[in-house]
């Protein structure tokens, strides 16, 4: 890994956008779209972000909540955009915003958020540092230290977690 791999990065570098049009396939028996098939596209619009960021591989290693906030139907189309919201050493916090265009009305309405977790490796699956991020609006600003807050929530969660199993 040379210094120039490590240079900090803007998020700008990072923005991702994904389309996808709502198919039968896709959905439940009452046309709407199944809460895993978007769970799918968040995980691989964040996986997009994050290899452009880190320029490595990376593997998700957390979900945070996620609410379904209107429905998507058979025909829609779902836009996916996602952004690294910071870098730690080996992990990076990717946003993803989900939204369902009219591209007829010229409408979008937000569906769903999500933040996740993922981790630069190498093809031995060995963790790899990352280049910082670098926020460069007051949104980035915000939404990079949000990340920081949520980070600790889940590593005192997760320890919660641990002590109750012991």
Known sequence: M????????PVRDSQSEMAEIVLPNDANPLAALLGGRL??????????AAHRHSRN??????????????????GDLVILKSSVNRVF???MEVGVKVFVEDYIA??????????????AI????KRLKIPPVIPETEE??????DAGRRREIRRSELERRR???R
């Open 106 to 119: 010229d409408t979008a309405h937000h569906v769903a958020s999500a933040h996740l977790t993922f981790v």
């Open 122 to 125: 190498d093809a031995a699956g």
């Open 140 to 145: 980035q600003q915000r939404r990079y230290e």
């Open 39 to 48: 769970m799918h596209w968040i995980d691989l619009a964040g996986a997009l």
């Open 2 to 9: 040379t210094q120039d791999t490590l240079m900090p990065r």
């Open 163 to 165: 002590k109750a199993s």
């Open 57 to 74: 591989y990376v593997v998700t290693a957390s979900v945070d909540h996620i609410d379904f906030l209107v429905p998507v139907r058979v």
């Open 89 to 91: 050493t080996t992990s």
